[in-house]
Every structure is written in C-alpha cells, then in structure tokens.
C-alpha cells in the first residue's frame, strides 16, 4: 500500500471513530455523563494519546533517518563521479572512451530515475538497471597502463568504480527497507480508540467538528509522511535529482 492510501485509510479510521464517539455519547444514558466518568476517559484519552505521540514520534525519525541515509549516499556518489572523471582526466587521451561513458551512464540514471514524464518505472527499479556501471567497468579493465603513474591512476578508478557499485546496491537495499503492516494497522487502531473517547463527551457543536476535523487530517498527514519517507527513492517526495544534476556540470572538464 503506498503513502496516499495509508493517508486515506487512517484518515477514514480516525473520522470513522471520532463519529462512532459521538453517536455512542449522545445515546449515554445521564447516569453515565457524570463528572468522575469525565475524568476517567480523559486519563484514558490521555494514556492512549502519549502513546500514539511516543509510537509517532519514533516512526518519523526512523523514516526520516532511512530518507536522510539515502540522499546523503547520493552526494557520496556524486562526488566520487566527480574524482573518477578527474582521475581518468590524469590518466590521458586512452580513457575519454570511459569518460564518455561515465556521463553517459549518469545521463540515463538522471532520466529514469526523475524522468520528465512518468515512465513507469519505480526509482529502485531504474537504479538496480546498472547496465551502464557495468559497462564502465569493463571499459576499465580494458584499459592498459603504460607507464607507473598511470597504473597507480587505473587502481585508484577501479578501486572508485567498485564503490560506485557498491553504493548502488546499498541504496537499493535501504530503499527496500519498509514499515510492518502490523504496526502501522495497531497505530491506527490506537487512533481510532482515541477518537472515539474524545468524542464521546465532545460537545455537539460545528466548531468542535471542525477543530476534531483538524486533528484528524494532522495525525493522518503524520502516517502519510511516515509511509512517504521510508521510500526514499519512489513516491512524491523521493531524493533529489540535484546533487547528481549538478555532477553532469563539472563531468568531461
């Protein structure tokens, strides 16, 4: 399930309890709209609302963390594209060939992974397609030094494209790295336990629909966040294209 639904099912859970609160409270007989069950189900509300504050509170840092730990592998790499052109610069006229490849392979990473239109293809889809890595690679091994400056210059690229590599299947196995279903399925649970209490004893009125509205389309932003964040390189707010758009200027100088 992706970002927007959980946005939508947990919206629909918590307005779905805050509406079951209110038509149980209003249908309370007298006897139990006292003053002491008041104060009951407000320590309730209150136990159920720290821990849904704690529970949220620890899922965005997480999500952020995985969001944060992909997009500053991004910059690692980008920089390292950067010191692997300069290298092979050094190395001499036999490596534009690998050059050329370098940004070739960078160009079509750009197009398929922040494509101008939608083509289909998810961000750790067109990241795992490391056709043009590979090729790069053997076009370094083709490589052959002739002097000891230059085969110092081909070990240091090698050892470089290696971690390009490396870097690529990291980030993939982060960006599969995605929320159990359980737990996000027993927070909503907790909500909608919480809404219901609140509104039990809510007053009848439009301006306490609105404010409870209000809260409702907070908490369910907060678990589309969560969801949106732990796919770093899918969705509406995937990694930045910048950092490697940025490289693309300074490759072939």
């Known amino acids: 399930m992706n970002s927007i639904a959980w946005g939508c099912v947990s919206a629909t859970c918590i307005i779905s309890g805050t509406l079951i609160g209110l038509k149980i409270g209003s249908a309370l007989p007298k006897d139990h709209i006292t003053a002491d069950s008041k104060d009951t189900l407000k320590i309730a ?33 980008g920089s390292k594209i950067i010191y ?34 939608n ?7 067109a990241l795992g397609n490391g056709s043009g890595l590979d090729r790069l690679q053997d076009l370094l091994d083709g490589l052959t030094p002739a002097t000891e400056a230059q085969r110092q210059i081909l070990a240091q690229a090698r050892q470089v494209g290696g971690e390009l590599q490396l870097s690529r299947w990291l980030a993939i196995e982060q960006s599969q790295t995605t929320l159990p279903t359980t737990f996000l399925v027993v927070l909503l649970c907790w909500l909608t336990m919480l809404f219901i ?27 589309f966040l969560i969801a949106e964040l732990s796919r770093p390189l899918d969705g509406l707010m995937k990694i930045s294209s910048a950092p490697m758009r940025e490289v693309l200027v300074h490759l072939g100088k």
């Open 45 to 77: 509300s209150g136990m159920i609302a720290t821990l849904v504050a704690l529970v949220l509170g620890l899922l965005v840092a997480s999500a952020k963390n995985s969001f944060d730990m992909v997009n500053a592998g991004s910059v690692a790499s």
């Open 84 to 117: 692997l052109d300069q290298m092979l610069s050094r190395y001499g006229p036999d490596a534009k060939p690998v050059r050329e490849q370098l940004r070739k392979s960078l160009e079509a990473l750009i197009a398929r992974m922040w494509p101008e239109e």
């Open 119 to 125: 083509n289909g293809m998810s961000g750790t889809q």
């Open 197 to 223: 209490c609140i509104g039990l004893f809510a007053p009848r009125n439009i301006t306490v629909c609105i404010a409870l509205l209000f809260c409702g389309i907070s908490f369910s932003t907060a678990i």
